[in-house]
């Protein structure tokens, strides 16, 4: 199995690359997403990403494509559709597609880890996604591990997000815990 897995940030990837590793699968690690917003942001998590990565051994791709006009255009009046219309799909989307044309088996995504996320559409359009690429989307229910990965993040002295990443759009009177 040759698998490319979506990271959304270190503290997300920590149980996941650790879980996959027990089933002696390694994980490629994947970095695009255009959905995290304000840029400080963006570059925290990307660069905290690069040195964890760098720190545990594991292969990682960074794509990067800050896409704050893109992502406004598209979520600006679907705010509370937002994950479903666009962050989840243009990530797996992207994701599958770099798989197949770097010969790539599977494809997976950290996002199958927070108890954040909606979990079932995220399966689902991987499923679908996979279809369209002829891969495998290898699907996990990872947030089992959550509070684990979590914790020893914290230990690692891993930078954590503190706040959707609409809060810049919606106001400080919006804090959500779930990215």
Not at 63 to 90: A, I, S
Not at 109 to 131: C, F, N, W
């Amino acid at each position: 199995m040759k698998l490319l897995m979506h990271t959304c940030c270190a503290p997300c990837s920590v149980y996941c690359i650790d879980e996959l590793r027990s089933e002696n699968i390694e994980p490629v690690i994947y970095w695009f997403n255009p959905n995290i917003h304000p840029y400080m942001e963006y570059k925290a998590r990307r660069d905290c990403l690069k040195e964890y990565t760098k720190s545990i051994n594991v292969k990682a791709i960074f794509e990067e494509d800050y896409g704050l006009d893109e992502f406004c255009k598209n979520v600006v009046n679907k705010l509370d559709t937002r994950c479903q219309d666009y962050c989840y799909p243009v990530r797996l989307e992207q994701t599958a597609k770099y798989a197949k044309e770097n010969k790539y088996t599977h494809f997976t995504t950290t996002l199958l880890v927070s108890p954040y996320q909606k979990h079932d559409m995220i399966k689902r359009l991987g499923e679908k996604i996979a279809k369209k690429y002829e891969l495998e989307f290898l699907y996990r229910d990872f947030r089992v591990g959550f509070r684990e990965g979590q914790e020893k993040a914290r230990q690692l002295g891993l930078y954590m997000q503190k706040y959707c990443r609409l809060h810049f759009l919606r106001g400080a009177n919006n804090f959500s815990p779930h990215k």
